[in-house]
């Protein structure tokens, strides 16, 4: 096999089964990260030089000096692919595949999974369902809009990730009271409606613009809700044959192939509205979902996303078939949640379903997996009972300008 080299660009702490991967694979594996991660526990057997970056910031004036730093690199490396393993990390890697015609998603392409703006634009011009929202760009447009839409809205960035930033609002008055705070940013921002209902989410495998795999899950409290009302944060796969898998597989590959998704992983969120009960497109990103769902993931189908990632990268690269490994039909549910205790004692969980237990201070979580999707319901219900009695803490959650 030829050796391939992948500069991957993670500027959060994550993607170590893909690095892991990537070199088990033969291939010369580069890290981007930010300097204050240089003592994250990296798997550094697996990495074969690491690049620094100073500042956590996407202005232009450090994407600049990313782009004249690597351009140095590439006197003497070679870089056959670049891998965004963060959300935010997205825009990094389409600039330097752009700025070194190195193949893969290009800027263009990569708003569609990373603006949530350009994501409404694309799904409406396709005919696919979304809340109904506005650009904050022009001050007549909004207040009609706001006078023909039902409240209560949400005013959210256009680029951030989970929850953060995101503000509901009541009223016509309301709205443009927090529209006037965000100033010269307001328009990295986007207000939309909110609906009640419940809210799913699909992670993929996407090879030559095909879903390879697919597997849909339930929130049973949002991010939104956990960021915003300081509860605990749970979800749960799905029946593999029910009525809401199929529409939900149907939808996902509706929203990537609008979207131009042709090689990755991808993490898209849906809703079935409560008002009207049809299902709406949230939001997308290519990538492996974070919070541990890509845990929960493997737990229930044998696939760790993250692994396969790299290995169907690697065989795109190489111009050979990817092969998915056979799945597996479990049930599986995480249940994770900030814990008051520095480390809590999660050996107080000890039913046979348990598959994995977080290792991180200051939070508790599990993941159990069964073959009886009841049973799971069943203790993460009882884990979330306990969790509140003996662990949890809360949060708010952060208030970060979008630059």
Request: hydrophobic share 40%; net charge negative.
């Amino acid at each position: 096999m030829s050796q391939l080299s992948f500069l991957c660009v993670a500027t959060y702490f994550k993607g170590e089964a893909f690095l892991k991967t990537c070199k088990e694979l033969g291939n010369t594996v580069y890290l981007l990260t930010y300097e204050k991660l240089r003592d994250s526990p990296w798997p550094f057997e697996s990495i074969d030089e690491t690049f620094y970056l100073p500042a956590q910031s996407n202005s232009s004036e450090n994407l600049d000096r990313m782009i004249l730093g690597l351009a140095h690199v590439m006197r003497s490396r070679k870089i056959d692919r670049v891998i965004a393993l963060d959300d935010f990390d997205v825009e990094k890697g389409a600039l330097i595949r752009e700025v070194f015609r190195v193949p893969g998603m290009g800027q263009t392409t990569s708003r569609y999974f990373r603006d949530k703006l350009a994501m409404r634009l694309r799904a409406q011009k396709a005919g696919i369902r979304i809340p109904r929202f506005s650009p904050l760009f022009h001050d007549e447009s909004i207040t009609e809009y706001l006078r023909t839409t039902d409240s209560p809205w949400v005013i959210k960035p256009r680029t951030e990730a989970s929850a953060t930033g995101i503000r509901k609002v009541y009223s016509l008055e309301e709205a443009w009271q927090v529209i006037h705070s965000l100033g010269d940013l307001r328009h990295n921002y986007l207000i939309e409606e909110f609906k009640p209902g419940r809210v799913y989410h699909v992670d993929a495998l996407s090879v030559d613009s095909k879903s390879v795999f697919t597997r849909a899950s339930q929130y049973l409290a949002t991010p939104m809700e956990v960021a915003h009302g300081g509860g605990i944060f749970r979800t749960m796969v799905l029946p593999f044959d029910s009525a809401e898998t199929t529409a939900l597989r149907e939808i996902n590959d509706q929203v990537l192939a609008a979207f131009g998704m042709r090689h990755s992983a991808s993490h898209s969120e849906y809703i079935r509205c409560d008002h009207d009960g049809e299902l709406y497109f949230l939001e997308t990103a290519s990538r492996v979902g974070g919070a541990h769902i890509a845990e929960m993931v493997e737990a229930a189908s044998g696939i760790s996303l993250w692994r396969e990632w790299a290995r169907l990268e690697t065989a795109l690269a190489l111009n050979q078939p990817y092969e998915l490994p056979e799945e597996q039909h479990n049930y599986a549910g995480l249940i994770v949640s900030l814990a008051r205790q520095q480390w809590p004692d999660l050996s107080l969980f000890d039913d046979p379903e348990i598959w994995w237990r977080i290792n991180k201070e200051y939070h508790v979580g599990l993941i159990v997996q069964s073959s009886d999707q009841a049973r799971v319901l069943q203790l993460l219900d009882a884990y979330m009972q306990r969790i509140y009695t003996e662990f949890h803490a809360s949060a708010p959650v952060p208030e970060r300008p979008t630059n």
